[in-house]
């Protein structure tokens, strides 16, 4: 995707890759990535909307892969406030946000406080309400005051998990990769707040959310005790299409691409956004 970008904040820097030009027909696309994870979870989705001619930019987290620790706010707002700085920033939107996990709760915060800068919203294994991550509370719990002893190589053993079907090929190097990111000075710190946050604010915004929806859930999702009624419901409060993806767990971009990919270019191409300006 090239070379890594920062974005100055109030805050810290947020850091992102950029396709950059997109074809005529071609959208902004924003994508980001939940808690405890890097961008390299569109690796396989980006190039794929990017070859297709979507200008496609993956970001970090506050706190998470190359963007600056320290922030004081890592709610689903303050994410959503990050994303749509970044919109502005690159100055070619409206975008699609494709968000992932508590970074689709990001994107509906984000769709519902600035509706002329999106023009439309993709959410994947969406946590956009307070309900038990399951997969987390069975894993941590027993430890017994789990935020404080979260650990990187615990979150990896988590992260791992959540592939139940057919991880990629790339997922033991990955994991890797994220394991190291956690174990910097300041991360773990931030996936803790993260973990904390509340998305009862995104959940009391989802009717204010005017653009065109997808909810796209693994069907084997364990961080959920039914994904499909999960995507079910975000699903009926959004007016969104939904497909659930058999037998995938919470990452269906970088588990199944080969259904996630089309589903989102097929959506993409149903509610192009209005040209820019």
């Known amino acids: 995707m090239g070379e890594t970008r920062l974005l100055d904040l109030p805050g810290g820097t947020i850091a992102y890759d950029d396709s950059g030009e997109r074809s005529p027909a071609g959208q902004l696309v924003v994508c980001v990535p939940g808690m405890g994870d890097l961008r390299g979870v569109y690796r396989f989705l980006a190039p794929a909307l990017a070859a297709a001619g979507h200008r496609v930019v993956t970001m970090d987290v506050r706190g998470h892969g190359g963007s600056s620790t320290g922030w004081g706010d890592h709610s689903a707002a303050a994410i959503g406030g990050d994303v749509l700085a970044l919109v502005r920033h690159l100055d070619d939107g409206p975008a699609h946000l494709v968000g992932g996990s508590m970074a689709a709760a990001a994107a509906v915060w984000a769709a519902a406080e600035a509706p002329e800068l999106v023009a439309g919203i993709v959410l994947l294994g969406p946590f956009v309400r307070d309900v038990a991550q399951h997969g987390l509370k069975r894993l941590l719990l027993p430890v017994g005051g789990y935020l404080l002893t979260l650990r990187a190589g615990l979150w990896a053993r988590y992260y791992r998990g959540l592939y139940p079907g057919s991880p990629p090929a790339d997922l033991d190097g990955y994991v890797r990769a994220l394991r190291a990111n956690l174990a910097e000075p300041g991360r773990l710190a931030a996936l803790r707040a993260m973990l904390r946050a509340s998305k009862a604010p995104a959940e009391a915004r989802l009717a204010e959310v005017r653009a065109p929806a997808l909810v796209v859930m693994g069907g084997a999702d364990p961080d959920f005790d039914d994904p499909a009624a999960e995507a079910e419901l975000v699903a009926g409060r959004l007016g969104a299409q939904l497909v ?34």
């Open 244 to 277: 659930l993806v058999d037998g995938a767990g919470h990452y269906p971009q970088a588990e199944r691409p080969d259904v996630t990919g089309p589903a989102v270019a097929r959506f993409l191409a149903a509610h192009p956004a209005r040209a820019h300006g």
